[in-house]
């Protein structure tokens, strides 16, 4: 039991620098996130939702005018030596996003924290231009990989609040009136490297769910 307790209720130090979230500045996941924006633009406004450590957020800098939130203070605190006001802290249930501002949001293992993750998807259609991208994983309550993974990572970081399957993260998607929706899975091999898979074979393999929306 004691290992169930290393994930904190909250986003502070403790939580940012838990062994479960740790990653490398230079990791092959966040390299493979960022290939796969650049896949859909190429460059433009791009915002990160829930930045932690910052590292995608510093790869996304080279092709991007990119800034990012946080909820977590400390986060931020952190980063603005480095950053300095691309970053903010900000919880992003509660903040105002300009309208048509961005080309791309990315929100990575960021919706299953919220209470109204609904409300957050329809404020990032909002304020993403036309064309532009939400991009972004949640666990994926599917199958025989991803519903274990799902029910255990949910028992360890009780921030968890909004796994959904994924009929139910597209049907939210499509009444956020985007037009097009891209499903696909994650495989996670450690915090560091990852493995997309995009056959059908996703829903039953996969610790993760990918989406990419276009408004």
């Keep these: 039991m004691c290992g169930m307790k290393l994930i904190r209720r909250k986003y502070d130090k403790s939580y940012s620098e838990n ?11 966040n390299r493979t996130r960022l290939a796969e924006v650049i896949l859909h633009k190429r460059g433009g ?7 932690s450590k910052g590292h995608f957020l510093r790869m996304a800098l080279k092709h991007f005018d990119a800034e990012g939130i946080d909820i977590s203070q400390h986060v931020v605190d952190t980063l603005r030596p480095t950053l300095g ?12 996003l300009p309208p048509d501002r961005y080309d791309v949001i990315a929100a990575f293992n960021v919706f299953e924290h919220l209470r109204n993750p609904r409300s957050v998807v329809e404020k990032a ?10 991009i972004g994983s949640v666990p994926n309550k599917r199958g025989p990989v991803g519903s274990v993974v799902t029910a255990l990572t949910n028992l360890m970081d009780r921030t968890h609040c909004s796994t959904y399957s994924p009929d139910r993260w597209g049907g939210l998607f499509q009444q956020a009136r985007f037009a097009e929706i891209a499903l696909f899975g994650e495989v996670n091999l450690g915090k560091n490297l990852c493995l997309y898979v995009k056959s059908t074979l996703w829903r039953y393999v996969s610790t993760n769910l990918m989406f990419v929306c276009v408004k």
């Design 125 to 134: 259609y909002a304020s993403l231009k036309e064309d532009g991208i939400l």
């Design 85 to 96: 006001c691309r970053v903010q802290a900000l919880n992003i249930e509660c903040a105002d």
């Design 19 to 29: 062994l479960l979230y740790r990653e490398d500045p230079d990791s092959q996941r």
């Design 45 to 51: 406004q791009l915002l990160e939702v829930g930045c």
